[in-house]
């Protein structure tokens, strides 16, 4: 189950990894642009831009499970949410929204380290296919200490000053 806290983190502009496997236990990730915590945080939907996609929606659809890295580029916080596949489907015209604000976001964070808002906001993100997925596990992704550790209901540390 995904909390406020947790919530508040996924959607915030970090970066996504989505990950797969085909049926011959291929992997394959893929970007996302956008995250979204559904009603009661036991489900969770990620966008991924269609041009990118590539083998993706196939490995998704043969496996049914997914893993989805989240990721602050100032600090390296990071959590990654497994899951099985509840839905994959092209989004919505509000959804489109979400992955706006979210690149925003993502840009804003990633000039912190360096990177120029005007090369995230060039990445070809529409239109998207929407994965949901049933949470089934969080991790604590963060270098150090506890990485790899089950993260349970866990708030992520405070972002540091």
């Not at 100032?74 to 092209?90: E, R, W």
């Not at 906001?121 to 991790?139: H, I, Q, S, T, Y």
């Amino acid at each position: 189950m995904i909390s406020l806290d947790l919530s508040a983190f996924l959607e915030s502009g970090v970066s996504i990894l989505l990950a797969s496997r085909d049926a011959r236990l291929l992997p394959d990730c893929v970007r996302a642009v956008g995250a979204r915590v559904e009603a009661g945080g036991a489900e969770l939907t990620v966008l991924v831009p269609e041009a990118s996609a590539g083998r993706c929606p196939g490995a998704l659809r043969e496996s049914g499970r997914v893993a989805v890295m989240f990721s602050r580029p100032t600090d390296h916080q990071s959590i990654q949410v497994k899951g099985q596949v509840a839905a994959l489907a092209p989004a919505t015209a509000e959804e489109r929204a979400l992955v706006e604000r979210y690149t925003c976001a993502l840009a804003r964070e990633l000039a912190l380290v360096g990177v120029p808002p005007r090369l995230t906001l060039r990445v070809n993100r529409w239109p998207c296919l929407a994965v949901r997925l049933r949470v089934d596990g969080l991790f604590v992704q963060t270098p150090g200490p506890g990485a790899g550790a089950p993260l349970g209901s866990a708030v992520p540390p405070e972002r540091a000053p």
